[in-house]
């Protein structure tokens, strides 16, 4: 990567990681599935230059469907249910938990998508989730209104990226970055329109709730998207892959530093163990097994 990838690459770290906090701050004003709608309608309305061009148009025209199943579970499950569970996790822990995106991946691309597991990915794999026990083991309370529930629902969303990331491959990976990124947005922006609104709070939301729910949408959402992207066309998506390991180190930094969470043993513990785990799965820690050679084309902006 030249200097400027790098320093993207940790400015795009740091916003996503940023997007652990702003919904920490603003979810319990809003709620989940208000402030999600939040989150993709004003992503979409700033995303939509992306798509001037009769070109870019007719492929979102042409991909509607697929583009809102997209939309569905890359953007609204997961994104509403790490609001959901930002309500009672640290930033920093549901950051952790939701660095697992990998794993899910792998698994599901196995299971539903023909895509061949490594013996070096299933000792990933174990390792990885034995680093999530680590981190929430005295934290698994499944009575009502326990963590247990909200640790959950942070697996159920890694488990959606797992999803959307294979599908999105398998059929959609003849589409430029742009329509997906845009016309997913705006499919979800739909689908949280109705639902958004039903729930919307009755109470005033106040002027820290909305600033931390537009910057979420701004700079978490837009700004980020553009950065990935722009990421992936000029470093290559293996480069680009290496934020998944950032993030949570931002979250948790930002976590400490802005909302006073605490750094224990625990964490640090359970934040190295996951982290050794998905850098096995994914290849960027080899412990001696040799690479396969792979054959894979970026996809550009255009």
């Not at 697996?155 to 430029?176: D, R, V």
């Amino acid at each position: 990567m030249s200097p400027a990838d790098t320093l993207r690459l940790i400015l795009l770290s740091s916003l996503w990681g940023m997007s652990f906090i702003f919904m920490r701050v603003a979810v319990p004003e809003f709620g989940p599935v208000p402030l999600i709608l939040v989150r993709m309608g004003v992503g979409a309305l700033l995303m939509l230059p992306l798509l001037l061009g009769v070109r870019y148009l007719r492929l979102v025209r042409d991909n509607a469907g697929r583009l809102m199943l997209l939309g569905l579970v890359n953007h609204v499950l997961p994104f509403s249910l790490l609001a959901l569970a930002t309500t009672r996790l640290e930033a920093g822990f549901t950051s952790l938990i939701n660095a697992t995106t990998p794993l899910f991946t792998a698994l599901l691309g196995a299971l539903f998508f023909a895509t061949p597991v490594s013996r070096r990915q299933y000792l990933g794999l174990a390792l990885a989730f034995l680093g999530v026990y680590v981190l929430s083991a005295d934290r698994l309370d499944f009575t009502l209104g326990g963590d247990g529930w909200f640790i959950l629902a942070v697996l159920g969303a890694t488990f959606c990226y797992g999803i959307a990331t294979n599908y999105s491959k398998t059929y959609l990976s003849h589409l430029p970055v742009r329509v997906l990124a845009a016309g997913s947005c705006a499919m979800s922006g739909l689908i949280l329109l109705l639902p958004g609104l039903w729930l919307w709070p009755e109470a005033p939301i106040s002027g820290l709730g909305w600033a931390n729910g537009l910057a979420l949408a701004a700079f978490s959402t837009t700004l980020a998207f553009l950065l990935y992207f722009g990421l992936i066309a000029s470093a290559g998506a293996t480069a680009t892959s290496t934020v998944t390991f950032l993030v949570p180190v931002s979250a948790l930094l930002w976590g400490y530093v802005l909302l006073d969470e605490t750094l224990s043993l625990q964490i640090l513990a359970g934040m190295a163990i996951t982290l050794a785990g998905t850098a096995i799965a994914t290849g960027m820690l080899r412990l001696g097994w040799p690479a396969r050679p792979a054959r894979r084309r970026d996809r550009r902006l255009d």
